[in-house]
């Protein structure tokens, strides 16, 4: 089979491999559709992750398809079923699993490498995050459930009421995919970016008002907003340690402010002790998601209630990978749905 390999920074590779067979409790399936996603044009051009992946290492991990073997003891599945697996499953008894903080497991169990004709769904997984496809789901759509879990569990750890003033800054996949979310339930969501077709996208998505922060200064434009308080939810979903200090800047009194994205390791921020303490800020990072949020992301997929197909720019053959990658650092595409088979 063809699938993709990271050597390192911005070293990706097609390579023919061995098709998986499934060991015990395992399934192994047929990739119709895996989608590109920001996180793995970080990791694409920083060269690795320091908890889901170390090159060479097989790479991607949004992906739905259709099961073509099963291991030993594997009785709740069978050949042809259209699934979406999740890139990680926890283990369900250490400290954190206990308290139901599953995205804190120390021992998630992760999977990558959905970028391939076929891909093997370890054992954790098809045990807990391993789900079936609804008949008229797009699985372009589907594949996007990994990305819109960690979304909905950013929201669920966000403060958010139906009258919070939000701010999110960052036009990515996972940016607007939080503008969708948020402004399906509230009318002021403003959405700040470096992207002016995304700002569309983010508009159609039901963003209040969307800016390009390239031409304003963001801090000022939400004080002006906010009768010059501040937001009542700051969203940062860029992963550049500058911007979350803008993203603190944005906050009110007692605002949440949710650093969602990412940043490269061993970087720092300042922050105002001042503020911090006078203000009552909550300032938390939030990272990636828990079983429940995958399945709820999946539900909310299937209800086709938001028009999440606005951010799948293009539909391509994984061959085309390279070039989507490139297209991606150039902010051409949003997400792409590679078609390996």
């Not at 819109?148 to 940016?175: E, K, M, Y």
């Given at each position: 089979?063809?699938?993709?390999?990271?050597?390192?920074?911005?070293?990706?590779?097609?390579?023919?491999?061995?098709?998986?067979?499934?060991?015990?409790?395992?399934?192994?399936?047929?990739?119709?559709?895996?989608?590109?996603?920001?996180?793995?044009?970080?990791?694409?051009?920083?060269?690795?992750?320091?908890?889901?992946?170390?090159?060479?290492?097989?790479?991607?991990?949004?992906?739905?398809?259709?099961?073509?073997?099963?291991?030993?003891?594997?009785?709740?599945?069978?050949?042809?079923?259209?699934?979406?697996?999740?890139?990680?499953?926890?283990?369900?008894?250490?400290?954190?699993?206990?308290?139901?903080?599953?995205?804190?497991?120390?021992?998630?169990?992760?999977?990558?490498?959905?970028?391939?004709?076929?891909?093997?769904?370890?054992?954790?997984?098809?045990?807990?995050?391993?789900?079936?496809?609804?008949?008229?789901?797009?699985?372009?759509?589907?594949?996007?459930?990994?990305?819109?879990?960690?979304?909905?569990?950013?929201?669920?750890?966000?403060?958010?009421?139906?009258?919070?003033?939000?701010?999110?800054?960052?036009?990515?996949?996972?940016?607007?995919?939080?503008?969708?979310?948020?402004?399906?339930?509230?009318?002021?969501?403003?959405?700040?970016?470096?992207?002016?077709?995304?700002?569309?996208?983010?508009?159609?998505?039901?963003?209040?008002?969307?800016?390009?922060?390239?031409?304003?200064?963001?801090?000022?434009?939400?004080?002006?907003?906010?009768?010059?308080?501040?937001?009542?939810?700051?969203?940062?979903?860029?992963?550049?340690?500058?911007?979350?200090?803008?993203?603190?800047?944005?906050?009110?009194?007692?605002?949440?402010?949710?650093?969602?994205?990412?940043?490269?390791?061993?970087?720092?921020?300042?922050?105002?002790?001042?503020?911090?303490?006078?203000?009552?800020?909550?300032?938390?990072?939030?990272?990636?998601?828990?079983?429940?949020?995958v399945r709820a992301a999946l539900a909310l997929l299937a209800s086709q209630q938001?028009?999440?197909?606005?951010?799948?720019?293009?539909?391509?053959?994984?061959?085309?990978?390279?070039?989507?990658?490139?297209?991606?650092?150039?902010?051409?595409?949003?997400?792409?749905?590679?078609?390996?088979?």
């Amino acid at each position: 089979m063809l699938a993709a390999l990271l050597y390192g920074r911005e070293d990706l590779r097609l390579e023919t491999l061995d098709v998986p067979t499934p060991t015990e409790g395992e399934v192994v399936i047929e990739v119709t559709a895996a989608t590109t996603c920001g996180t793995d044009l970080k990791v694409w051009r920083r060269g690795g992750h320091a908890k889901m992946l170390k090159p060479p290492t097989r790479f991607g991990h949004e992906a739905a398809g259709k099961i073509v073997a099963l291991g030993a003891g594997v009785t709740d599945w069978q050949i042809g079923d259209r699934v979406v697996a999740n890139n990680s499953a926890p283990c369900l008894d250490c400290f954190f699993c206990q308290r139901q903080e599953y995205s804190l497991c120390p021992h998630l169990t992760w999977n990558n490498g959905t970028f391939a004709q076929y891909l093997s769904i370890p054992a954790t997984i098809v045990r807990q995050n391993l789900l079936h496809i609804p008949p008229d789901l797009d699985p372009a759509l589907a594949s996007m459930t990994e990305p819109l879990a960690c979304v909905l569990h950013g929201v669920a750890r966000s403060n958010f009421t139906p009258d919070s003033r939000v701010v999110v800054i960052g036009d990515g996949a996972i940016g607007l995919m939080f503008v969708a979310v948020m402004a399906s339930q509230c009318q002021s969501v403003w959405l700040f970016g470096g992207n002016d077709r995304r700002l569309v996208v983010g508009a159609q998505l039901g963003a209040a008002r969307t800016w390009n922060y390239h031409q304003i200064d963001i801090p000022s434009t939400v004080q002006d907003l906010t009768q010059g308080w501040g937001a009542d939810i700051v969203i940062e979903a860029t992963g550049v340690p500058s911007v979350w200090e803008t993203a603190i800047a944005c906050g009110r009194p007692g605002a949440t402010i949710n650093l969602f994205g990412g940043c490269p390791k061993d970087t720092t921020i300042s922050v105002n002790t001042d503020r911090l303490h006078y203000s009552e800020l909550t300032i938390k990072g939030v990272f990636h998601n828990t079983p429940h949020h995958v399945r709820a992301a999946l539900a909310l997929l299937a209800s086709q209630q938001i028009p999440f197909e606005l951010l799948i720019s293009d539909r391509r053959p994984l061959t085309d990978l390279g070039q989507t990658f490139e297209d991606m650092k150039n902010r051409e595409v949003i997400k792409v749905a590679m078609m390996p088979n």
